[in-house]
C-alpha cells in the first residue's frame, strides 16, 4: 500500500514494473522543474523552490480563498494558477518535482560511474553497459527489428494449442504485486507474484494475476460511454499500426480480432474493487484445480514454459479470470491467438525498438490515454529504464551521495515518535475493545521500518549486460527478477526485503510482511529538511510516516496479524465500528467530482483514505508531543498548527491532465491529490488552526468528521 501514485509520463517499458508504466511513470527527468514547474530555470538541488529554503511555498498560497472552503486552492492556488505542467509529464506536482531532480543526479551518478573502466561483470560495469546500450539510438535503428526476430519467429511457429500454452507460460514474469505496491496490471497474460504464504507466513507462495489487456483496465473496453468508445477506436488503430510497422500484412483485420480477444478477456477479468479484496481473493489452488477449474489451457505445458514445474499449489487471486480466459484459450482461433502474441511482443518492448516504434506507441500510450504532448527525451527513459533492470545497484550509488547517515537517524527518530503517538492513540480509543488494542500494540511493536535503503543489497551476478544490445539486456533483466523470485519459493521469509528501490519518491507498507519502507528519495525537501521547522517535517514526511504506518491497521491490515497471518485479529463490536467509520469515508469521497460525469470511487480508494486520515492524525499527535508542552513559534507569518497543515497540503500540489486523470479514478487506489488535500476536514485541530466556520464549504460538524484511529 504505497503513499501516492507518482506522476511523470508514459514512456512504457517494457521491463519496467507495468503499472508504472500504465498509470503513468517515475523517474522521467526534465531540465528545469525545481520551483513551480515552470521549465526555465535550472536545477537548483531543491525540489520545491522556496519551500526548501524559507520553509512553506509563501508565493504559492492563494489569500483570496478562504481555507475552510477549499484547503487546497487556499494553500497552492497560486502555484496552480502559475504553473505549467512540463510537455512530456501527464501530471506535475511536488512528487513529479523530485522524481525530476531524482533522476537528473541519478543520469550524472550513471554516467560518472560510465566513465570509469569498470571490470566486465561489475555492477558499475552493468549500470554504464545498460544506460549507454539505451542511449545508442543510431544502433538500435539500424539493427530494426531483428533482436525481436527469434521471438516473433517462434510466435509464427505456433501450430497447436500445447504449444500455444508454452508460448504463453513463457511470457509470465513477475511483474505485479498485489498488497504491497498494488500493482495489478500487467500485459502479459498472466502475471507472477510471489510473497508470503497469507495462511502460513514462514513461506512463499507463488500467486498467479489476471492479466492480457494493453489497455489500463478492463473499464477501457467495457464502459459505454463515448470518450471510452473513442479511446477503442484509437487503440485499435495503435495495434493495426504496431502490427504493420512489424511487417504483418492485413493488419486492420488482424488487429480488429485481437481487441475482441482482448474485449473478451476484459468482460471475464475482475474489477478492482473484488481485487483488493483479500478475503475473496485467497484462492488455493493445487495443480489439478487448474485442469478441472479452468480448462483450456494444457497447464502442464504452461508451468513447464514457465519454469514452475516443480510447484504445485498456487494461490489464485482472480479465479473468474483464471477460468475465462483459459477458456478463450480453447475456443478463440489459434491465429487470433498467435496475432495477440505478436502484438503484445513489439508493445511489450517498443521503446527498446527503433523509432517508428517509440513515437506510435507513445501516440496512444501517452497522448492518447494520458493527454502526454511530447515523449521525454531519450536520457530520461534511459534512467528510467536502468531503475527498472539494476535498481539497487543504482540505489547504492544513490544514497552514498544524497542520502548522509544523519538524515537517517533524524528520519528514524520520526518513525519511533510517530509509532509512540500511534500507541497512545490506540489506548485512547473510546470504542476499541481492550484485548484488541493489546493486539495492535503488539503487532505495532514488531512493525519492521526500514528508511532510506534495505540492510543488505541485491546481488545482480547472474544478470548478464550486454553493450549494444538494448533489448536483449532488457528482456534478460525482467527474466533475471523473474528467477530472482523463484528462487524464494521454498526459502525462508525475508522480512527486510525491499520492494521499492531507494531512488524512488513513493513510501510503502508491506500489510503482510508488518514492514515499512521509506525510500530514500522521498526523504528530501520539501518532504524532509533537517532545517525545516519541525512543525513542517511533521505536517509533510510525518504524514508520509503515519500514512504507511495506519496502513498495518486499516481495513486491509485489520486482516492480517503481527505475524502476518491472515487471520481478522478485531472483535465483532470493533470491526461494526471501523466499517462505520469506512462507509462514512467512502461517501465523503463518492460526493467528489472532479468531472460532472465523474466521481471518485469511494470503495476503490477507501483504504488509502483512511491511511490519510489516520496519519495525520497520528503525525498531527506526533507534532504535538515533540513540543513537549510549549507552543511552535510562528514562522513566516504562520502558527506552528497551520504550518503543520499547509506543509501537509503544500506536498500534495498537482496539476494534472484531464485524460490521466481520468484514467487514475479507473485504476489508481488513491484518490485524486486535491481531496487528499482536503481530508484535513476530518481533523478538529484544522478547524481551530484556521478559524473554519459552519456554512463553509468544507466544514463537517464534528461528528461528520471521520475519526477511525
Ligand atoms: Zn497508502
Not at 173 to 187: E, F, G, M, P, S
Not at 192 to 208: E, I, K, M
Not at 223 to 249: C, F, N
Not at 307 to 324: E, I, M, N, R, S
Given at each position: ?153 517462434r510466435i509464427a511457429a505456433i501450430s497447436d494449442a500445447t504449444e500455444l500454452a508454452r508460448a504463453l507460460g513463457g511470457t509470465l ?15 502479459n497474460l498472466f ?21 492480457g ?48 480477444l ?33 480448462p483450456g489451457i494444457p497447464w502442464q505445458a504452461f508451468f513447464a514454459a514457465a ?18 480466459i483459459s477458456a478463450l484459450v480453447r475456443n478463440q482461433p489459434l491465429s487470433t491467438w498467435k496475432d495477440y502474441l505478436t502484438?503484445h511482443a ?364
Open positions: 500500500m504505497s503513499y501516492c501514485t507518482p506522476n511523470g509520463q508514459n514512456v512504457g517499458l517494457a521491463t519496467m514494473n507495468l503499472s508504472r508504466l500504465i498509470i503513468s511513470s517515475l523517474v522521467t527527468i526534465l531540465v528545469a522543474g525545481a520551483c513551480a514547474g515552470t521549465g526555465n530555470r535550472a536545477p537548483t538541488g531543491s525540489a520545491a523552490g522556496d519551500a526548501a529554503t524559507d520553509g512553506l511555498d509563501v508565493r504559492g498560497i492563494d489569500r483570496s480563498v478562504a481555507p475552510g472552503d477549499d484547503f487546497n486552492a487556499f494553500a497552492n492556488g497560486t502555484w496552480i494558477r502559475t504553473t505549467e505542467i512540463p510537455a512530456d509529464r501527464s501530471a506535475w506536482s511536488v512528487f513529479g518535482m523530485l522524481d525530476e531532480l531524482t533522476a537528473r543526479r541519478t543520469a550524472d551518478l550513471i554516467a560518472e560511474t560510465g566513465r570509469t573502466e569498470a571490470p566486465l561483470g561489475s555492477d558499475a560495469r552493468k549500470v554504464g553497459d545498460y544506460y549507454a546500450s539505451f542511449m545508442d539510438e543510431a544502433g538500435i535503428e539500424a539493427k530494426g527489428l531483428a533482436p525481436l526476430k527469434p521471438t516473433l519467429d514474469r513477475a511483474d505485479v504485486d498485489v498488497l504491497n505496491k498494488t500493482t495489478l496490471y500487467t500485459d502475471g507472477l507474484w510471489v510473497a508470503q504464504n497469507l495462511n502460513d507466513p514462514q513461506r512463499y507462495s507463488p500467486f498467479l494475476l489476471q492479466g489487456l494493453g489497455m489500463p483496465d478492463r473499464d477501457y473496453y467495457l464502459d459505454p460511454s463515448q470518450r471510452m468508445a473513442d479511446i477503442r477506436e484509437k487503440y485499435k488503430a495503435h495495434i493495426s499500426a504496431m502490427l504493420k510497422l512489424s511487417g504483418v500484412t492485413d493488419s486492420d483485420a488482424r488487429a480488429a480480432r485481437v481487441f475482441e482482448e474485449r473478451r478477456i476484459a468482460q471475464v477479468h475482475s474489477s478492482r474493487v473484488d481485487t483488493s479484496d483479500v478475503l475473496k481473493s485467497n484462492n488455493h489452488w493445487s495443480r489439478q484445480d487448474f485442469h478441472d477449474r479452468a519454469g514452475l514445474d516443480k510447484q504445485y499449489h498456487f494461490v489464485v487471486w482472480q479465479p473468474g479470470a483464471v477460468t475465462g502484438f513489439v508493445e511489450h518492448v517498443g521503446n527498446f525498438l527503433p523509432k517508428a516504434f517509440v513515437d506510435e506507441r507513445f501516440n496512444f500510450q501517452g497522448k492518447v490515454l494520458t493527454g502526454t504532448p511530447a515523449l521525454s527525451e531519450r536520457w530520461k527513459r534511459a534512467v528510467e529504464a536502468t531503475d527498472a533492470a539494476l535498481g539497487e545497484v543504482v540505489g547504492k550509488l544513490y544514497v552514498a551521495r544524497y542520502f548522509p547517515p544523519a538524515d537517517k537517524a533524524r528520519v528514524e527518530e520520526l518513525v519511533r515518535n510517530e509509532i509512540a503517538a500511534f500507541r497512545v492513540r490506540i489506548d485512547g480509543l473510546p470504542w476499541m475493545l481492550p484485548q484488541t488494542k493489546e493486539k495492535a500494540k503488539a503487532k505495532l511493536a514488531v512493525l519492521q521500518v526500514g528508511v532510506g535503503y534495505p540492510d543488505k543489497w541485491r546481488d545482480y551476478s547472474a544478470l548478464e549486460v550486454v553493450r549494444g544490445d538494448a533489448l536483449g539486456n532488457a528482456q534478460r533483466a525482467a527474466l533475471f527478477k523473474y528467477h530472482w523470485n523463484l528462487q524464494k519459493l521454498g526459502q525462508p521469509v525475508d522480512r527486510s526485503e525491499w520492494v521499492m528501490n531507494p531512488q524512488l519518491v513513493n513510501a510503502v507498507n508491506l500489510p503482510a510482511m508488518n514492514a515499512l519502507n521509506f525510500p530514500a528519495a522521498i526523504l528530501q525537501p520539501p518532504n524532509f529538511d533537517p532545517a525545516r521547522p519541525a512543525a513542517m517535517n511533521y505536517g509533510a514526511v510525518g504524514a508520509v510516516i503515519g500514512h504507511e504506518i495506519s496502513h498495518s491497521f486499516d481495513d486491509q491490515g485489520a486482516l492480517f496479524d503481527a505475524a502476518g497471518r491472515l487471520d481478522n485479529w478485531w472483535t465483532e463490536e470493533d470491526l461494526a465500528h471501523f466499517k462505520a467509520s469506512s462507509a462514512q469515508l467512502i461517501r465523503q469521497y463518492d460526493s467528489y467530482r472532479p468531472f460532472p460525469d465523474l466521481a471518485v470511487n469511494g470503495k476503490l480508494t477507501v483504504s488509502e483514505n483512511i491511511a490519510d486520515v489516520a496519519g495525520r492524525a497520528a503525525a498531527y499527535d506526533a507534532y504535538r508531543l515533540s513540543l513537549g508542552g510549549k507552543e511552535a513559534p510562528v514562522v513566516q507569518g504562520f502558527t506552528g498548527d497551520q504550518q503543520f497543515f499547509l506543509s501537509f497540503a503544500q506536498t500534495f500540489r498537482q496539476k494534472i491532465r484531464e485524460p490521466a486523470l481520468r484514467q487514475r479514478i479507473v485504476i489508481d487506489g488513491h484518490a485524486p491529490a486535491q481531496y487528499r488535500a482536503d481530508t484535513v476536514r476530518n481533523l478538529d485541530a484544522w478547524y481551530d488552526a484556521f478559524g473554519v466556520k459552519a456554512g463553509q464549504a468544507l466544514y463537517l460538524a464534528p461528528q461528520e468528521r471521520v475519526r477511525v484511529w
